[in-house]
């Protein structure tokens, strides 16, 4: 495919996350949250200005009183009170006053004056020596983001409930949340300014088999809903107002990606076996229930990663444990007698609940996520256990926790499902006594720690995308830093490998469940380096198996072999990469 610019068509290049083809009206969301636009305004228009400030803070008002009525109903008027600091800013008459004042006198437009004025009381209190005042400033800061918002006519999450026609959805980021309510009749596909590879919302891109591209710098602000285009989740690429040969040439990329598919559907039903016998399991991650009947027609064998916390984002309320026993029940009915690990709860990071009130952190990925979370928030955390217990009655359940550091974290946690047991056995609910537990490993603490781990678990599931953040200090959503993102880097290659020698030393199964394990070109280091089992996003699990069953067993430990013994990131990736291309030459052809 050619990508030099022809007459009229722009082509921007990011970072291709999910594969496929699409072409249509591009919408643009929200712009960059810090991008407050400033202008001028004539003596005559400062009153109509003012206006607008005034409706912004009235509609702010109502948006907050209705958040609190049904988080009152929900979850109590304590938790409802959080929001009454929100409502006292919008009502703080020397904040209002200012914000008037910089309007009548510097004649600049609202949403300018009344950010530079926030920000200035925001900086003022997070500077305080007193707690209670320093907190104020995340309020502040969270109030004034409301008004901007109404100010600028944004409506981020309504916008995509509202659309009216298929599209291409460009924004400068997306929360995973808000991935989560795509129709995926609306939305052709998305590109974003912001992200990478493992972002939860790339991951969700791949689920919802729609065409992404992400860490295209400022597409956002360049473009223009109603503009038209063709996005190239395969190669990273938006072309905008897209030429007729340009239209030609992936007419036939897409037909060679048909065949391929039809390729791929022939050998659905067969195992994932190498060419030398070696029988390895291949499984699927999902989100939601619903997702169970995508897994059985991907070829997978089962779940090895049930990220739960869908189940708790874009509502309200908390799912109380009837309802999550009824989600995990129907996924284990759906695959029995397949295995399904439910990994429970992994909030935090870039994932949130706008109605739990959750600290800002400056480190959100370093910070209150996961189990760490889970051990404080017990109710929560009960809730979960129960309903996973009582679902592995029915069918193959097995469960993990994410986020272990070390050995007290999965004492604790397995301390509360003893009890949890205790209580269902004391109400005599049926639940499954024998149920496996097993940890993730994504810290490299959790490595160093995987013996007196794994004598504690039935097996263990390695989250490469964490383990590689937290190993090589690079951010998994900053698209500036992405090149430094390395998953055959010497580091991670002998993590991976300490922790399938820690495993097997101690009689358990060792399993990849991060984006790693959907590489087709990575698949064969993980196998050499003796991994027993690959869960990976359904889309692409077709291509993993396909690969699988052209490798040698032998080729792969002798990769890995390689790979162990050598000190550089991009020789490993280039062994690998010349693996499978001469096993798979079609597949990795336009892979993503
Ligand atoms: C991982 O970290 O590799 C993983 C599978 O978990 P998540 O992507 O949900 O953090
Ligand atoms: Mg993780």
Redesign the pocket.
């Known amino acids: 495919m050619s990508e030099h610019s022809r007459s009229g068509e722009r082509i921007l290049r990011g970072i291709p996350v999910s594969g496929g083809v699409c072409r249509g009206k591009i919408v643009v969301l929200g712009k960059a949250r810090d991008a407050i636009p400033r202008h001028e305004i004539s003596e005559a228009e400062v009153p109509q200005e003012i206006q607008r400030l005034e409706h912004a803070l009235t509609q702010t008002r109502e948006q907050i009183l209705k958040v609190q009525r049904k988080v009152s109903e929900a979850m109590g008027a304590k938790d409802a009170s959080i929001f009454d600091a929100h409502l006292l800013v919008l009502e703080d008459p020397t904040l209002i006053d200012e914000v008037t004042r910089v309007i009548q006198e510097k004649k600049i437009n609202a949403e300018h004056a009344f950010q530079q004025v926030a920000e200035k009381y925001a900086a003022t209190l997070s500077s305080m020596d007193d707690e209670y005042l320093r907190e104020r400033s995340t309020d502040m800061r969270d109030v004034t983001a409301r008004v901007l918002d109404n100010l600028l006519g944004r409506t981020g999450e309504g916008e995509v409930g509202k659309l009216k026609e298929p599209c291409i959805i460009i924004s400068y980021d997306l929360a995973p949340s808000t991935t989560a309510l795509f129709d995926r009749k609306m939305v052709l596909g998305f590109a974003t300014d912001a992200g990478s590879r ?1 972002s ?1 919302t790339a ?1 969700k891109a791949r689920s919802l088999q729609i065409p992404a591209v992400v860490g295209l710098h400022d597409a956002s602000k360049q473009l223009n809903t109603g503009q038209y285009a063709l996005l190239d989740g395969y190669n990273g690429l938006l072309i905008v107002s897209p030429t007729d040969q340009t239209l030609f040439e992936y007419g036939q990329l897409v037909r060679k990606r048909v065949n391929l598919q039809e390729k791929l559907r022939d050998i659905r039903d067969e195992s994932a076996i190498t060419l030398d016998g070696v029988r390895i399991t291949l499984s699927a ?1 999902v989100e939601q229930a619903a997702d169970a009947e995508h897994v059985r027609a991907c070829g997978a064998e089962g779940v090895g ?1 049930f ?1 739960t ?1 869908y189940l708790f984002l874009n509502r309200e309320t908390l799912p109380d444990e009837e309802e999550q026993y009824l989600a995990y029940r129907q996924v284990a009915a759906a695959l029995k007698p397949h295995p399904v690990v439910v ?1 429970t709860l ?1 909030l935090g ?1 870039d994932k949130f609940l706008s109605h739990l009130q959750m600290p800002q952190e400056l480190n959100p990925f370093l910070g209150w996520r ?1 189990i760490r979370f889970c051990l404080e928030e017990r109710d929560i955390f009960r809730a979960q256990l129960r309903a996973i217990l009582r679902a592995a009655v029915e069918g193959n359940i097995k469960m993990m926790y ?2 272990i550091s070390g050995l007290d974290e999965l004492n604790q946690a397995n301390a509360l499902v003893e009890e949890c047991r205790k209580e269902l056995k004391a109400e005599r609910i049926p639940f499954g006594d024998a149920l496996e537990i097993g940890a ?1 490993i ?1 810290i490299p603490s959790a490595v160093l720690a995987a013996d007196s781990l794994a004598k504690r678990v039935k097996f263990f ?9 937290y190993s090589l200090a690079v951010d ?1 959503l900053n698209e500036k830093i992405a090149h430094l993102y390395e998953p055959t880097h010497p580091a991670i290659v002998r993590l991976i490998k300490a922790t399938v020698d820690a495993g097997h030393r101690n009689g358990i199964w060792v399993g ?5 394990a959907g590489d087709p070109t990575l698949v064969p280091l993980l196998l050499g380096l003796g991994v027993d089992e690959l869960s990976a996003a359904f889309s692409v699990v077709p291509q993993v198996k396909f690969l699988i069953r052209r490798l040698k067993m032998s080729e792969a430990r002798e990769l890995a072999e390689f790979a162990l013994n050598c000190e550089c990131g991009s020789e490993i990736l280039a062994r690998s990469q010349e693996l499978a291309q001469r096993i798979a030459p079609g597949l990795l052809e336009n892979q993503n």
Do not use: F, K, W, Y
């Open positions: 493992t939860h991951i991650n990663l990220r916390e990994r992994d990071g996961a994410p986020m993730m994504e599931s390695i989250g490469t995308n964490d383990l590689i953040q998994r990849v469940c991060g984006e790693m």
